[in-house]
């Protein structure tokens, strides 16, 4: 632990600074998911319903889709810090770092919590907008939200971390990434709700992890009212979240064992 920690804050540091440094990010990051959230909810709004026999028909389309937007907050911050591990494979840093004192679990933890606190901080900028969707967010649903958050941007971004290390190109990275994390999102009930779909496609939303990570955030915004959705509880929602996110993370730092 004395040589983890500082490595741990060293890493965490240079990924906020790297992120500063580079304004396309920042606008990459937070103003292509805004924009996403604009275009699909204005332009979906007016045909969106709920499923049939639903008790909440009057569910604004805006609204529905907010907090898969936040996912894909998440999302998007995993894609732009762990595209780097490429690039750091290749210049010889990242061999320079796991050879270090420092135990390996350590730089990768270091890595990807750089990403994480940087998804938590863009998502709270996106919450402002909540009540232009129609929420009125409490202090519990803020929290709530910013740690799920969190969680999903943790797990995207040790996801990340582990194709990164798989491939040589950042052009391989950015295929695998499109295969991989783009129709986690899609098939998450982030888009549509799962009540409304094929059964097939139903069951594969409910059997995703990130479709509880999305329903925790649903619920959070609607704190301390039940969130008008039919979903998980949010204990199961918050449970599976959390465990998907360790289960990540423990993948990526298994693969820093190997060689780089």
């Known amino acids: 632990m004395t040589s983890a920690l500082p490595t741990i804050g060293a890493l965490w540091t240079r990924e906020v600074r790297k992120f500063v440094r580079e304004r396309s990010r920042i606008i990459g990051a937070l103003v292509q998911p805004l924009a996403f959230w604009l275009l699909l909810g204005l332009g979906f709004g007016g045909t969106f319903q709920m499923p049939a026999g639903s008790s909440t028909a009057d569910v604004d389309y805006l609204a529905y889709l907010f907090p ?6 998440a999302l998007f911050t995993a894609i732009f810090s762990t595209i780097y591990v490429v690039d750091e494979r290749q210049s010889g840093f990242l061999q320079a770092a796991l050879v270090s004192p420092a ?16 998804s938590v901080v863009q998502g709270a900028l996106f919450l402002a907008a909540a009540p232009f969707a129609g929420f009125a967010l409490g202090l519990s649903g803020i929290v709530l939200a910013l740690v799920t958050l969190g969680l999903l941007a ?17 052009r391989g990275f950015h295929g695998l990434m ?7 999102w ?38 301390p009212d039940a969130s008008p959705i039919d979903g998980p509880s949010l204990l199961q929602g918050f449970g599976i979240t959390l465990t998907f996110a360790l289960a990540m993370l423990a993948w990526a730092t298994s693969v820093t064992r190997r060689p780089a």
Do not use: C, D, Q
Request: aromatic share 10%; glycine share 10%; no cysteine.
């Open 68 to 73: 898969g937007i936040l996912t894909l907050v």
């Open 103 to 118: 135990p390996r679990w350590a730089v990768t933890l270091g890595s990807l919590l750089g990403g994480t606190s940087l």
């Open 154 to 170: 943790l797990a995207f971004s040790s996801l990340g971390y582990v194709i990164a290390w798989k491939v040589s190109t950042t």
């Open 178 to 184: 499109n295969a991989v994390l783009l129709p986690l």
């Open 186 to 223: 899609f098939v998450s009930g982030a888009a549509f709700p799962p009540g409304g779909a094929p059964a097939a496609l139903s069951w594969a939303i409910r059997l995703n992890p990130v479709h509880y990570g999305v329903e925790t955030l649903r619920a959070a915004l609607y704190l």
